[in-house]
């Protein structure tokens, strides 16, 4: 429970009212463990004596030096997030980002931000540090996040906003994204339950979104990330290409390939034959993913604390986020994404 409010015990059936709003009734499936993982039983911290005449000595050993410890463990602060976001030059859409934040429905004392600001030339990190002294200092004791960091790391990548998206610049450019991902993730990550990766230049969201997006309880979930264009009347298509499922034609022509061939989408030159979160039906709520952007990217903390971040290298022929669910699927993480559950990212 937060502060008195609905758990996000999932039920059911999810009453949220962003939900009903959309016309759809969303059925979360229940948890699957990995069929390699190694089975066991709930944790325990007592035995009988009958039971502790079968342990080695090795084992009482470890035993005793986890009751020593047990004092002095910090617990995971419940139900607590940590919001990540990378930025560069991204002055010109803090206002709207921090709109957004305040409007979420969670309280701020479980909301910890970190940024990392990289290779701008803007006013990002002054920005930021004077909506830190707004937020922490001098605004009310209840607007106060649990935490605000801000950490610089500069990567020199000088290349061009109007170049950002040309295909053969991908690779090199989602790298850099990548380690600027792991850097921040490995800085900033406490104690929180939950991670939220969330893009500087979205312009809506529901207030909602997290209570919603916990209530699955899957280790790494996507809404379906849409942006506006006019084509006469104003209409909305997918923005984030890099959540996607395989399909059986995306795997015959992942078998063709060579093990360092990267693949990148969104290119109609280079089809990739996998389905985007805009290609499900009605009825198909909550999908299975292989890969996933991180435009809002919800994250079970254990996920990142396993060891699986965001690979620099190419994986199953993705690096960055793609190459993250990639990685969480093969680590025995449960991957979703919600086709029909959008928000807005900016037409750039």
């Not at 209530?215 to 009347?233: E, H, L, Q, S, T």
Request: aromatic share 12%.
């Amino acid at each position: 429970h937060l502060n008195g409010a609905p758990s996000v015990k999932i039920e059911k059936k999810i009453e949220t009212k962003y939900i009903h709003a959309l016309g759809y009734e969303y059925q979360p499936q229940p948890k699957e463990e990995a069929a390699w993982l190694p089975k066991m039983g709930p944790v325990r911290s007592t035995w009988s004596k009958s039971e502790l005449d079968t342990f080695s000595d090795e084992s009482r050993k470890i035993l005793q030096n986890n009751k020593d410890l047990a004092e002095q463990t910090i617990d995971p602060d419940n139900d607590s997030i940590l919001i990540l976001t990378p930025m560069k030059n991204s002055a010109g859409y803090i206002p709207k980002y921090f709109e957004l934040i305040d409007s979420l429905a969670y309280p701020h004392d479980k909301l910890s931000l970190a940024f990392l600001v990289s290779d701008s030339t803007d006013k990002t990190q002054q920005l930021l540090i004077d909506a830190k002294r707004r937020y922490q200092e001098l605004g009310p004791v209840e607007k106060r996040f649990k935490r605000f960091d801000i950490y610089r790391q500069d990567f020199f990548n000088a290349l061009p906003q109007e170049k950002r998206h040309l295909r053969e610049n991908q690779r090199n450019r989602r790298i850099i994204m990548a380690r600027a991902r792991n850097y921040l993730w490995t800085r900033a990550l406490e104690d929180e339950q939950w991670v939220a990766w969330i893009d500087s230049d979205l312009t809506s969201y529901p207030p909602t979104i997290m209570r919603d997006l916990m209530a699955y309880d899957k280790d790494v979930i996507v809404p379906n990330c849409m942006f506006p264009f006019r084509n006469g009347n104003l209409n909305y298509r997918i923005y984030d290409f890099n959540a996607w499922q395989e399909t059986p034609e995306s795997l015959a022509m992942i078998a063709k390939l060579k093990e360092d061939d990267f693949l990148v989408e969104g290119y109609s030159s280079h089809p990739t034959h996998r389905k985007h979160l805009d290609k499900f039906d009605k009825n198909e709520t909550l999908v299975p993913l292989d890969g996933v952007g991180g435009t809002f990217t919800l994250v079970k903390a254990h996920v990142h604390r396993s060891g699986v971040g965001f690979p620099t290298w190419i994986f199953q022929h993705q690096v960055e986020t793609e190459g993250f669910g990639k990685l969480a699927n093969a680590n025995g993480f449960s991957v979703f994404g919600l086709p029909h559950y959008n928000i807005h990212h900016v037409n750039n």
